[in-house]
């Protein structure tokens, strides 16, 4: 064989080798990604800087507390990745606000200025969407299952272990009356003795929480809010 033709040889083969090794490694990518329904996310996930303001029914003076969506985060794992026990190929999001009232809901760590923190993160089961809250404010007790999508039928529970659906009729609130909110309450299973927890609350679509009755700290009601872009 040629001198030049075994080079050239030498060198397709190379390249060749080079290209399957470098396929081999790549991690392999999602085929199709389940994805949340707009519906779901239009309750209760909004782009950070969004705030709502609340005021305590009866309060006097108005005791008032702002929540702020500090950062949001969607994920997407691929196969093959590290996934800490969470679904591949299935959109995950995440919400974390804070409040502004200390007094009523204090934080626990200096870093946050003691502003009480919560975060709101998506599920998926067999094409059903749940989103999940859990709480760093040192008097809210973590309540796990917020709202389910597929909306499930008025009476019924949106999980085992969560709260029931009582009505879709619209909320009115200082800030205005608001159609397209669901009406959901948990029942009495935890202990308010050792902290308080939402008992009572209405979520919005486009909008979010609109009023919240907790076991200790009373109603809250939205009087204000902001949606940022």
């Given at each position: 064989?040629?001198?030049?033709?075994?080079?050239?040889?030498?060198?397709?083969?190379?390249?060749?080798?080079?290209?399957?090794?470098?396929?081999?490694?790549?991690?392999?990518?999602?085929?199709?990604?389940?994805?949340?329904?707009?519906?779901?996310?239009?309750?209760?996930?909004?782009?950070?800087?969004?705030?709502?303001v609340y005021h305590k029914r009866g309060s006097n003076p108005v005791e008032v507390d702002t929540v702020t969506v500090i950062g949001?985060?969607?994920?997407?794992?691929?196969?093959?990745?590290?996934?800490?026990?969470?679904?591949?190929?299935?959109?995950?999001?995440?919400?974390?606000?804070?409040?502004?009232?200390?007094?009523?809901?204090?934080?626990?760590s200096s870093f946050n200025d003691f502003r009480g923190l919560e975060s709101f993160e998506s599920q998926e089961e067999n094409g059903q969407w749940f989103v999940r809250q859990s709480s760093e404010a040192g008097n809210l007790i973590p309540l796990g299952f917020l709202w389910s999508y597929p909306q499930r039928p008025m009476g019924q529970p949106i999980a085992n272990t969560g709260p029931t659906l009582l009505d879709t009729i619209p909320v009115t609130v200082p800030a205005g009356r608001f159609p397209r909110s669901v009406h959901l309450r948990f029942p009495v299973v935890l202990d308010s003795s050792r902290g308080s927890f939402a008992r009572d609350y209405h979520l919005t679509r486009g909008v979010g929480c609109t009023r919240v009755a907790y076991t200790n700290l009373g109603t809250w009601e939205l009087i204000a809010y902001r949606l940022a872009r």
């Open positions: 064989m040629p001198m030049k033709t075994l080079l050239l040889s030498l060198t397709a083969a190379l390249l060749l080798a080079a290209s399957c090794n470098k396929s081999d490694n790549q991690p392999a990518e999602c085929a199709q990604v389940q994805r949340a329904p707009a519906t779901f996310l239009a309750y209760w996930y909004f782009p950070k800087g969004s705030y709502w949001t985060e969607l994920r997407v794992f691929q196969p093959g990745q590290t996934a800490y026990g969470l679904p591949t190929c299935t959109e995950l999001y995440t919400l974390n606000a804070w409040h502004s009232n200390r007094r009523v809901f204090r934080g626990r």
